[in-house]
């Protein structure tokens, strides 16, 4: 099967290299975009060279996506998808027989991990212990065995319960403690403790550590508003690495500086970059990392072979890893 | 039995009150030290009320528990006993039948979870992101994502197999890697690939983490020595939450300087404290903590349950908890 690939990702040359290898052995090419950019979530500028298409790889314009029936598979480069989550581009992705992938696979261990070295970093106090290397450097033993929280043995509520929920339940395992997850459809698969909305007041006030893994969806905005933070535990920690639109900012940062929440580590925000004179930056016990959870140094690598196994399915006629419609 | 407990280890009211009703029940008596501290670590100074004593909990001076023939019981208040391991002191106590426990139980998990927390936290980058937040503020969305490693299928070294290594191998276990551990003499129970002396130079050439678990002893002095770091990967990180005597810190800090170590996360060091003019606060790549890796803010309580627990057990003729001797 001769393929041509449109892609507005910018592979590393490493990445790029071997996938270019596996399209020659079947006389495919790989078209780049013009708009094409090296992060990953940037969206992708209306490009005619789409016309030319079989499948389009990294973040395509949905109505460029729409105006090309050729196209048999558009492979997404990020988790999440929210600009194609529209009825019109499922209904006529469907109606063609299209396939859309994203990269969930990808992304969703180091999500994990990120949003357990924020709970681990809270949990032993470190950035405390970072200010005071970076400051005083006071010998305190006394004080920073008295802050520090064991993770083990405590109750977590998890906000969304897809493939980075999965994995942190995994890594939460040995901890020993109390895994919720909140969903508003439950499949009975999670292995977890699953909550829906008539439950989600009772497991918010009994929660330890509340995790938002909410993607970006009308029925998510400002999901965590001042209410739900008023039923968390006092004191309670609160991290998300689903989307900032899921949270009422001002809210936050009002739970955080009454105490309500006792802390917060964020990896996204509304608006993305977070302009450097923003509130959030010196919100109260607030801790901000820039969107990079997903990230990694072999992320490239990680994405191309994500890609690349999947065009192996997609050539072979298997189904595809992560695909959403 | 009615018993007197001598104790030079200063009990938060809270759990002095919960011991001292214990003691009630059966007409027994806490003498409180002269010498008594807050601090677990800190070495007890003599005192002629142990000579009233059956069980000494605490520090004790070890001259003291060599003198007094009618304690039965010494609950070391650490898990570490190095100023009680030695060939006299094991002898009289074997001698005599008197039992020695410490308090591994108590400092485990929270040791454990604190490696775990600079592992991740170096992985995620999260110091440096701190950094950020408290300075530029800078949007690092690609830099901070090619600096993130993660821990899952890493290849880590364990020097020392107690009970902090055990629980730390539980915790890594979903991340999926090759975990090793480095002991003199195995048991057969590890449950992971255990290395003696002949296989260490190949396991630290192997290990992309190295965790120092190793207690201070006349043959651990400086085992993490210019040799030793040499063997390691080239930056390959670096941990120590055992003592900091096993240690060679200015080959330590040259082996930072050069990049042959990547980053330390260390929690003891020589001497402790540790001066504020002392170099290692600012050597390359090392980040602090102030011994409190075993600390939790429920310290306290934990440690009195653990002894408490055991005093049952020691009333009852059961097997006690962390006998050490």
Redesign the interface.
């Known amino acids: 099967m001769s393929l041509t690939i449109w892609t507005n990702y910018e592979l590393l040359p490493a990445s790029r290299v071997l996938l270019l290898a596996e399209l020659a052995k079947t006389g495919g090419r790989l078209l780049q975009s013009i708009g094409s950019s090296?992060?990953v979530?940037a969206p992708g500028k209306s490009d005619p060279a789409l016309a030319e298409a079989d499948i389009a790889y990294g973040q395509p314009d949905p109505g460029d996506v729409l105006r090309n029936p050729r196209l048999k598979w558009v492979a997404l480069s990020t988790a999440g998808y929210t600009r194609y989550d529209r009825a019109d581009f499922r209904a006529a992705m469907k109606q063609r027989g299209s396939l859309v992938t994203n990269a969930s696979a990808v992304f969703a261990?180091?999500c994990a991990?990120?949003v357990?070295?924020?709970m681990?970093?809270l949990?032993?106090?470190?950035?405390s212990?970072?200010?005071?290397?970076?400051g005083?450097?006071?010998?305190?033993?006394?004080e920073?065995?008295?802050?520090?929280?064991?993770?083990?043995g405590q109750t977590i509520l998890l906000l969304g319960f897809g493939a980075i929920g999965r994995r942190l339940a995994?890594?939460l395992?040995?901890?020993g403690g109390r895994v919720m997850a909140y969903r508003r459809t439950p499949r009975g698969d999670e292995g977890v403790e699953v909550v829906t909305d008539a439950g989600l007041a009772t497991a918010l006030a009994a929660a330890d550590q509340v995790v938002n893994l909410l993607p970006d969806s009308p029925a998510t905005q400002a999901f965590m508003n001042a209410a739900r933070f008023h039923q968390m535990k006092h004191g309670a920690r609160f991290y998300n690495v689903g989307r900032g639109t899921t949270v009422d900012q001002p809210a936050l940062m009002a739970a955080l500086e009454s105490g309500q929440v006792g802390a917060a580590y964020l990896d996204v925000m509304e608006p993305?970059?977070?302009p450097?004179e923003h509130p959030l930056?010196s919100a109260k016990n607030c801790?901000?990392?820039?969107?990079?959870?997903?990230?990694?140094?072999?992320?490239d690598a990680n994405l191309a072979a994500h890609f690349m196994e999947n065009l192996r399915r997609f050539q072979a006629g298997e189904p595809l890893v992560d695909r959403i419609i």
Chains 1, 2 share one sequence.
Do not use: K, M
């Open positions: 090296r992060s979530l261990n180091p991990e990120h357990l070295a924020q681990l970093a949990g032993r106090n470190l950035p212990q970072l200010r005071n290397q970076d005083h450097r006071a010998w305190r033993y006394l920073d065995r008295a802050a520090s929280v064991s993770l083990s995994q890594f395992s040995p901890f993305e970059p977070l450097a930056w801790f901000i990392t820039c969107h990079n959870a997903g990230g990694t140094g072999e992320q």
